[in-house]
């Protein structure tokens, strides 16, 4: 069955720290695998896309394909970070993980 | 582009009453769908469509219907309103998507809070 875990609900770091959302998978076949945001009162909009190998707002997520992860990452953690994190492998089936929420304290 | 617009943005029902949630995109995507989303859950896929005229159920259609008459607009019916369907909805919609040979990025938009009492 086709499945994404993200196992922090809540992940609360300072600013300036690093901090790293984890996400896993269990999928048929090769999702193509995304990260959404969702700021404070706004929609959900794209973050990266794997396939990209983009670095957006200083993201960047790695896939491990024998763990079946896809972690998001960032060195240095700001404010304007706060947000709620999804994880969304895609493909024939398109599911979207639990959800993180990213608290950055000051 | 005004993007993805959903109307209303919030909602009260009471039990058994209907309502149809609207949706609307101006990027000539073939692709529409409607997520609800609980807390704690992620987003559930109700609805899908790949076009004009072509609908089709996701993970959780029980107490929705969707038509789709043009390429623009795919609204979501709730016929008989319950609790459970206390949710806030999201539209989105893409250019490719599920079961494609490829996925691209949802455009979504900004939501409708629905209660039901």
């Known amino acids: 069955a086709q499945r994404v875990t993200q196992p922090e609900k809540l992940l609360s770091v300072f600013k300036g720290a690093p901090v790293e959302l984890k996400c896993n998978y269990s999928?048929?076949?090769?999702?193509?695998l995304f990260w959404y945001v969702q700021y404070s009162r706004q929609r959900l909009q794209l973050l990266l896309r794997?396939?990209s190998r983009e670095s957006i707002k200083g993201f960047t997520a790695d896939l491990n394909k024998g763990e079946t992860s896809f972690h998001l990452k960032k060195p240095f953690a700001q404010e304007e970070d706060s947000a709620m994190y999804y994880c969304?492998?895609?493909?024939?089936?398109?599911?979207f993980g639990q959800g993180t929420e990213l608290s950055v304290k000051p | 582009n005004a993007g993805v617009t959903q109307t209303p943005k919030f909602r009260i029902l009471k039990i058994g009453q209907s309502m149809t949630l609207q949706c609307t995109q101006d990027?000539?995507?073939?692709?529409m769908y409607w997520y609800r989303q609980d807390p704690g859950m992620g987003l559930k896929l109700i609805y899908y469509?790949?076009?004009?005229?072509?609908?089709d159920k996701g993970e959780v259609p029980n107490g929705y219907n969707v038509s789709r008459s043009t390429t623009e607009d795919f609204p979501l019916r709730l016929e008989l309103a319950a609790p459970s369907q206390t949710s806030v909805y999201f539209c989105?919609?893409?250019?490719?998507?599920?079961?494609?040979?490829?996925?691209?990025?949802?455009?979504f938009g900004p939501g409708t809070r629905l209660t039901v009492l």
């Open positions: 989105a919609s893409s250019y490719s998507g599920q079961g494609a040979g490829s996925t691209d990025t949802q455009y």
């Open positions: 999928y048929s076949g090769s999702p193509e």
């Open positions: 794997h396939i």
């Open positions: 969304a492998p895609q493909g024939g089936k398109l599911i």
């Open positions: 990027m000539n995507h073939n692709y």
């Open positions: 469509s790949v076009g004009a005229g072509i609908t």
